[in-house]
């Protein structure tokens, strides 16, 4: 059995990507908690001992550094043989879509919640461009949700994973219900949330929290 230790913060969407993955496959990690609201990720310091690139979160597998989220769960789910495609043309869609949501779904609704929760005067311009973009990619997944159960085939994959990272925290801090405005994936979030070991981001997360002004 591999010795892991998960370099994160508790309202990290990829962190939590991560967690749960490992928690699904039945993998226990040391939580090595960063004080990212500080700034530490910035420093030579950290980015020398921890992340050159100078990102959470950091999966130390083995004594082995791994960083980039998507990587790391196709990773994982060809060690433990879960959450994978079964045939090339859906470990196609599972690629596709991992890219898909680390540029345009994480990569905008983590920037909009960051700045519109944890920091405490954001740019309302800036708010409203962010959300926009994060408005449109919500479209295109509940497009896509109401025309199957998951995202790739019939069961969940690390692509399911990946992409409910940053929707399952509390909709105070990204300011959406999804059930009432996104019902097909108010449905499919609650499809994962059925998965056997699930937990919520805050309960694998723990640890000192950033203040939250929303």
């Given at each position: 059995?591999?010795?892991?230790?998960?370099?994160?913060?508790?309202?990290?969407?990829?962190?939590y990507?991560?967690?749960?993955?490992?928690?699904?496959?039945?993998?226990?990690?040391?939580p090595?908690?960063?004080?990212?609201?500080?700034?530490?990720?910035?420093?030579?310091?950290?980015?020398?001992?921890?992340?050159?690139?100078?990102e959470?979160?950091?999966l130390?597998?083995?004594g082995?550094?791994?960083?980039?989220?998507?990587?790391?769960l196709?990773?994982?789910?060809?060690?433990?043989?879960?959450?994978?495609?079964?045939?090339?043309?859906?470990?196609?869609e599972?690629?596709r879509?991992?890219?898909?949501?680390?540029?345009k779904?994480s990569?905008?609704?983590?920037?909009?919640?960051?700045?519109?929760?944890?920091?405490?005067n954001?740019?309302?311009?800036?708010?409203?461009f962010m959300?926009?973009?994060?408005?449109?990619?919500?479209?295109?997944?509940?497009?896509?949700l109401?025309?199957?159960?998951?995202?790739?085939g019939?069961?969940?994959?690390?692509?399911?994973?990946?992409?409910?990272?940053y929707?399952?925290?509390?909709?105070?801090?990204?300011?959406?219900?999804?059930?009432?405005?996104?019902?097909?994936?108010?449905a499919?979030?609650?499809?994962?949330?059925?998965?056997?070991?699930?937990?919520?981001?805050?309960?694998?997360?723990p640890?000192k929290?950033?203040?939250?002004?929303v």
């Amino acid at each position: 059995m591999s010795d892991y230790k998960l370099h994160y913060f508790p309202e990290s969407g990829n962190s939590y990507k991560l967690a749960l993955m490992l928690t699904l496959c039945g993998q226990a990690f040391e939580p090595v908690w960063t004080d990212f609201g500080s700034g530490i990720t910035w420093t030579e310091g950290w980015r020398r001992s921890v992340n050159p690139m100078g990102e959470i979160p950091v999966l130390v597998e083995d004594g082995v550094s791994l960083t980039q989220t998507a990587p790391i769960l196709l990773r994982l789910a060809d060690k433990f043989g879960r959450f994978q495609g079964t045939d090339e043309t859906e470990r196609f869609e599972i690629l596709r879509w991992l890219f898909w949501d680390n540029q345009k779904l994480s990569g905008f609704m983590a920037a909009y919640r960051y700045r519109r929760a944890f920091t405490e005067n954001p740019d309302r311009h800036v708010l409203d461009f962010m959300k926009a973009r994060t408005d449109d990619f919500l479209n295109i997944l509940e497009s896509s949700l109401k025309e199957q159960r998951f995202i790739v085939g019939d069961k969940p994959t690390v692509a399911d994973l990946s992409m409910t990272g940053y929707l399952a925290f509390p909709k105070h801090e990204s300011g959406y219900d999804l059930d009432a405005s996104h019902p097909a994936i108010g449905a499919w979030l609650g499809r994962i949330r059925a998965l056997p070991s699930w937990a919520a981001p805050y309960d694998i997360l723990p640890g000192k929290r950033m203040r939250c002004y929303v």
